[in-house]
């Protein structure tokens, strides 16, 4: 590689390093708590979770004809 | 002129000392914000209970190593492709192949179903993405209405469909993303950063706005602006190949999976690596993964031809499933996230509930 193109990438990496510099960022802990609000939040429509009632699943036969 | 050599090696050496002197500050902004572990933060969060999920419905066919699979928004189709050239659309319900074309090259490493369900995209060592309409037409022959839409100057390793079926985002060997227009096959956008090949991709999930993460040979993960074309927010704590990518649900993070034999989750407003999913005894690296519907879990494919179910929240690992019988290459959860498919050198695809 020629210096010249050296010189040029190295000026998109600084520049690339000043624009990722630049975002804002919020706490771990509070990124976190939501990261885990979600979940619990859709929890209970996450059926490989919690698990749908048989008959629901198409995937799954159900395993006999009674209701509960 | 000896001056200007001078000169030249003085603005390289100042740049690369300012690169280096920016990434020591990324660190430092990052690490500032590190002020516990997320899963210091899910401790209050009710443990998982004892996971029953089996292999419901096996879809054989593929005369070689099936390289990777999308569902269908109907929550029942599914494409496989593999390597001896085949792309096959299957109902899984019936585990029936509905639609079987053959590619003009081997080692088929991406296909995307189009979210109207009409059609299917493709492609591997042709450099290429093709896009081909599905018809019910018995008499009309798929490969016809074959378009070439991407072209790469290596392997195809990634591609999806955007909202529509009228745009798709492809990764390529050649180190570089790419946005086409499907009807004129016209490059949109094409994202350069990557310092080796790009091997995943995945967009965010539609609420969160056009950008999309890549990840790749150079062990970074990126993430992009759509329209602009520019990576605005980089990791690399990876120690080997990136396989694969996944959003999380809500969009405000993502996962990764690794040659290094770890999964990590990179929270993007945090900007960081918040988790990793490993363990001693798993050696071999994770090629594909995806989340269920609710985040909770992570589904991770690996090398060792096991999936480990991982709790996201509290970092353990919850399942080990095995049936396959060599490499599990593809993972993916359907829509609706009732089930998730498996593929793998092994020649098969599994449906697991």
Redesign the interface.
């Given at each position: 590689m020629s210096?010249?193109a050296?010189?040029s990438a190295?000026?998109r990496?600084?520049e690339?390093?000043?624009?990722?510099?630049g975002?804002e960022?919020?706490?771990?802990?509070?990124?976190?708590?939501?990261?885990?609000q979600?979940?619990?939040?859709?929890?209970c429509?996450?059926?490989?979770?919690v698990?749908?009632p048989a008959g629901s699943?198409?995937?799954?036969e159900p395993r006999s004809c009674a209701l509960l | 002129m000896a001056t200007d050599g001078l000169h030249?090696?003085e603005?390289?050496a100042s740049?690369?000392s300012?690169?280096e002197s920016?990434?020591g500050?990324?660190e430092e902004?990052?690490a500032k914000?590190?002020?516990?572990?997320?899963h210091q933060?899910?401790e209050r969060?009710e443990a998982?209970g004892q996971f029953?999920?089996k292999t419901?419905?096996t879809l054989k066919g593929h005369g070689n190593k099936v390289l990777c699979m999308d569902w269908c928004k109907d929550k029942?189709r599914i494409v496989s492709s593999s390597q001896d050239g085949k792309v096959i659309v299957w109902d899984?319900?019936t585990t029936n192949k509905e639609h079987a074309v053959t590619m003009p090259c081997t080692w088929v490493m991406a296909c995307a179903y189009a979210p109207s369900g009409c059609a299917i995209a493709c492609g591997g060592l042709d450099n290429k993405c093709s896009v081909y309409p599905l018809t019910f037409d018995k008499n009309e022959n798929m490969a016809a209405k074959k378009k070439s839409v991407a072209m790469h100057t290596n392997y195809l390793s990634a591609c999806s469909f955007t909202n529509s079926d009228m745009q798709i985002l492809t990764a390529s060997g050649d180190g570089t993303c790419a946005l086409w227009d499907v009807e004129s096959g016209q490059l949109l956008q094409s994202f350069h950063?990557h310092g080796a090949d790009v091997l995943c991709l995945d967009l965010a999930p539609s609420e969160t706005g056009n950008t999309f993460v890549s990840g790749g040979c150079d062990k970074k993960a990126m993430v992009w602006d759509m329209r602009s074309g520019?990576?605005?927010?980089?990791f690399e704590t990876h120690e080997s190949d990136i396989n694969s990518v996944r959003y999380?649900?809500?969009g405000?993070?993502f996962a990764s999976g690794s040659d290094d034999a770890t999964c990590r989750l990179y929270?993007l407003?945090?900007?960081?690596e918040?988790a990793i999913y490993s363990k001693e005894s798993i050696i071999f690296g994770a090629s594909s993964v995806d989340f269920?519907?609710?985040?909770?879990?992570l589904f991770a494919g690996y090398n060792d031809y096991t999936i480990n179910v991982w709790d996201?929240?509290k970092g353990a690992r919850v399942s080990i499933l095995f049936g396959h019988e060599n490499r599990v290459s593809t993972l993916r959860?359907s829509p609706?996230?009732?089930?998730?498919c498996s593929g793998s050198w092994d020649h098969t695809l599994r449906?697991w509930?």
């Amino acid at each position: 590689m020629s210096s010249g193109a050296s010189a040029s990438a190295l000026q998109r990496l600084v520049e690339q390093l000043k624009l990722e510099a630049g975002v804002e960022r919020i706490k771990v802990s509070q990124a976190a708590a939501e990261l885990q609000q979600y979940c619990v939040q859709n929890a209970c429509k996450d059926a490989l979770l919690v698990g749908i009632p048989a008959g629901s699943n198409p995937f799954r036969e159900p395993r006999s004809c009674a209701l509960l | 002129m000896a001056t200007d050599g001078l000169h030249e090696n003085e603005t390289l050496a100042s740049l690369k000392s300012e690169a280096e002197s920016l990434k020591g500050k990324l660190e430092e902004e990052r690490a500032k914000l590190h002020d516990v572990e997320l899963h210091q933060v899910a401790e209050r969060v009710e443990a998982l209970g004892q996971f029953v999920m089996k292999t419901r419905r096996t879809l054989k066919g593929h005369g070689n190593k099936v390289l990777c699979m999308d569902w269908c928004k109907d929550k029942r189709r599914i494409v496989s492709s593999s390597q001896d050239g085949k792309v096959i659309v299957w109902d899984s319900f019936t585990t029936n192949k509905e639609h079987a074309v053959t590619m003009p090259c081997t080692w088929v490493m991406a296909c995307a179903y189009a979210p109207s369900g009409c059609a299917i995209a493709c492609g591997g060592l042709d450099n290429k993405c093709s896009v081909y309409p599905l018809t019910f037409d018995k008499n009309e022959n798929m490969a016809a209405k074959k378009k070439s839409v991407a072209m790469h100057t290596n392997y195809l390793s990634a591609c999806s469909f955007t909202n529509s079926d009228m745009q798709i985002l492809t990764a390529s060997g050649d180190g570089t993303c790419a946005l086409w227009d499907v009807e004129s096959g016209q490059l949109l956008q094409s994202f350069h950063g990557h310092g080796a090949d790009v091997l995943c991709l995945d967009l965010a999930p539609s609420e969160t706005g056009n950008t999309f993460v890549s990840g790749g040979c150079d062990k970074k993960a990126m993430v992009w602006d759509m329209r602009s074309g520019q990576c605005v927010q980089a990791f690399e704590t990876h120690e080997s190949d990136i396989n694969s990518v996944r959003y999380y649900p809500s969009g405000d993070a993502f996962a990764s999976g690794s040659d290094d034999a770890t999964c990590r989750l990179y929270d993007l407003r945090a900007d960081r690596e918040v988790a990793i999913y490993s363990k001693e005894s798993i050696i071999f690296g994770a090629s594909s993964v995806d989340f269920s519907l609710s985040g909770r879990l992570l589904f991770a494919g690996y090398n060792d031809y096991t999936i480990n179910v991982w709790d996201v929240l509290k970092g353990a690992r919850v399942s080990i499933l095995f049936g396959h019988e060599n490499r599990v290459s593809t993972l993916r959860v359907s829509p609706d996230g009732t089930a998730f498919c498996s593929g793998s050198w092994d020649h098969t695809l599994r449906v697991w509930a």
